[in-house]
């Protein structure tokens, strides 16, 4: 079935360096997608959305690339800080399709 | 203003037995959302709740239920426990309405149950 995946289970970055994680999905219908983060014993929280209309969204330290053509989605974060050790999600939602599909997780590792 | 909050944060059963789950949206939001997220796993969707009523259901067993309450907090029930039911269950809430998936979930921190 459609699902959404990443390519790296686990990224380790030194402090102060930036941080590229990727993922894939393969709902060529999908137009909308989000990335969380998950902190150890807490829940997903928001980071940053993109609607299919946009090729890049860029909030505080974060920046998200939306690449159609190859349906690739990445979360770029710049000056990566110990604080942001967590485990993060791609999910995705196409019009019609009454749910979000989340993928497997990254889990990102700071080096300090 | 108060986040989702869930309820019991730990919950530990015997198969067979029966778990009830709660969760209270973010004051505003009618749109409630079930997720099962097992060790080391990525969220699993098992119902959508909107104004009172299931809008869609993931695949899981019938045993597996919920419902949602006119003050849009929600109970989400599994009957006869398995072992593998074992995991975090987490509640998210949006602003609801047909375009809810559109709109931003919340997360709760989550209910770990655990089968024995």
């Known amino acids: 079935g459609e699902s959404v995946g990443l390519h790296l289970p686990t990224l380790s970055v030194q402090e102060g360096d930036n941080s590229i994680i990727n993922c894939a999905y393969s709902?060529?219908?999908?137009?909308?997608f989000i990335w969380y983060k998950q902190e150890s014993g807490k829940g997903p929280q928001f980071i940053i959305d993109?609607?299919?209309?946009?090729d890049k969204r860029q909030g505080q330290r974060v920046t998200v690339l939306l690449n159609k053509t190859v349906k690739h989605l990445s979360l770029q974060i710049a000056a990566t800080q110990p604080g942001d050790s967590a485990v993060y999600f791609c999910?995705?939602?196409?019009?019609?399709?009454?749910?979000?599909?989340f993928g497997t997780g990254t889990k990102l590792q700071v080096i300090p | 203003e108060a986040g989702v909050t869930q309820s019991p944060t730990h919950l530990i059963k015997t198969r067979g037995q029966q778990a009830t789950l709660r969760c209270s949206p973010i004051?505003?939001?009618?749109?409630v959302y079930w997720y099962q997220q097992a060790l080391g796993l990525g969220l699993q969707f098992l119902l959508w709740?909107?104004?009172?009523?299931?809008?869609n259901r993931g695949n899981f067993p019938p045993r597996f239920s919920g419902r949602q309450f006119p003050n849009y907090s929600s109970e989400l029930n599994v009957n006869a426990l398995e072992l593998e039911d074992s995991a975090l269950y987490l509640c998210?809430?949006?602003?609801?309405?047909?375009?809810?998936?559109?709109?931003?979930?919340?997360f709760g921190a989550g209910t770990r149950l655990s089968v024995l």
């Open positions: 709740y909107d104004e009172g009523e299931e809008r």
């Open positions: 998210a809430s949006a602003r609801g309405g047909r375009a809810s998936t559109k709109n931003i979930q919340y």
């Open positions: 004051s505003g939001h009618t749109s």
């Open positions: 709902n060529s219908a999908s137009d909308y």
């Open positions: 999910a995705e939602n196409a019009e019609g399709y009454q749910k979000v599909t």
């Open positions: 993109i609607r299919s209309n946009m």
